[in-house]
């Protein structure tokens, strides 16, 4: 038998044999490995005794007005200045809170998401002027006229182009 102390993974088998949870099988394997094993062994006795001294303990019994006289005392206590402080906020911050969450949700929901915001122009100052050269304005200038003639084919009234 793999001793359950050194492997670790076993250690509930142990608890089990403590507990008398075993079936006989297992306890006579178990009992049999507490023989050569000291470790297994005292730590088998010492939960033995803890479920004897469990087994054995009586609570005591309480008295039948026992309630009674502990919420009395539990009322003679002082109220610290702090609860006092805080006692008409007990109820009033969960409800502001739900109230903080209800007003954001409708700000939210009332947002238009698809309308772009309006960015307002740079000053002057800040702008930046491109230089350009003169091939770029040809090409832009060729890709404008071919946009007209393009233009001149289709009918402003329909999608159709001209024939």
Avoid at 22 to 41: D, K, P, S, V, Y
Avoid at 150 to 157: F, I, Q, R, S, T
Wanted: proline residues 8%.
């Amino acid at each position: 038998m793999i001793c359950p102390m050194e492997s670790g993974g076993n250690a509930e088998y142990l608890l089990d044999y403590a507990a008398g949870k075993l079936n006989a099988g297992a306890r006579e394997q178990m009992a049999r490995h507490l023989e050569t094993c000291a470790a297994c062994r005292e730590f088998a006795g010492g939960q033995r005794a803890v479920w004897e001294a469990l087994d054995d303990w009586q609570p005591t019994a309480i008295s039948p007005d026992f309630d009674r006289r502990l919420f009395a005392r539990i009322e003679q206590e002082p109220v610290s200045w702090w609860k006092r402080l805080t006692a008409p906020l007990h109820h009033a911050v969960p409800i502001g809170a739900t109230a903080a969450v209800l007003v954001v949700a409708g700000v939210l929901m009332l947002r238009p998401w698809n309308v772009p915001t309006p960015v307002a122009d740079a000053p002057k100052s800040a702008r930046v002027v491109e230089q350009l050269q003169p091939e770029q304005v040809d090409q832009a200038l060729d890709q404008m006229e071919m946009l007209r003639d393009l233009n001149h084919l289709v009918k402003p009234d329909s999608t159709e182009p001209k024939m």
